[in-house]
Nanobody, 116 residues
């Protein structure tokens, strides 16, 4: 079955950068929305950045100006470029693909830890 496989997480010092990738292991067509969400320890999962099929993006205020979301439809891949990372960005990051009313797929999560 189709799965979303995440990569790019890890340990980084404050001020550093990471690039997360999320790719479908199988063929998917017509994905309406791709996004990145994160769960900070002790908090609920929150939206980080979302990109529509048109290329329109919606980025959370907490990361605006530092994080950039992009997608490669030919590769069924979504990316999150994270620059100027802060300690408070430490979280498990999840990717999400949505199509129509009955397709909502999540990645396994990847840990991002930012040290001071």
């Amino acid at each position: 079955q189709v799965q979303l496989v995440e990569s790019g997480g890890g340990l980084v010092q404050a001020g550093g950068s990471l690039r997360l990738s999320c790719a479908a292991s199988g063929t998917i067509t017509g994905i309406n929305r791709m996004g990145w969400y994160r769960q900070i320890l002790g908090k609920s999962r929150e939206s980080v950045a979302v990109i529509a099929s048109t290329g329109t993006t919606n980025v959370a205020d907490s990361v605006k100006g530092r994080f950039t979301i992009s997608r490669d439809n030919a590769k069924n891949t979504v990316y999150l470029q994270m620059n100027n990372l802060k300690v408070e960005d430490t979280a498990v990051y999840y990717c999400n693909f949505v199509r129509g009313w009955n397709f909502d797929l999540w990645g396994q999560g990847t840990q991002v830890t930012v040290s001071s």
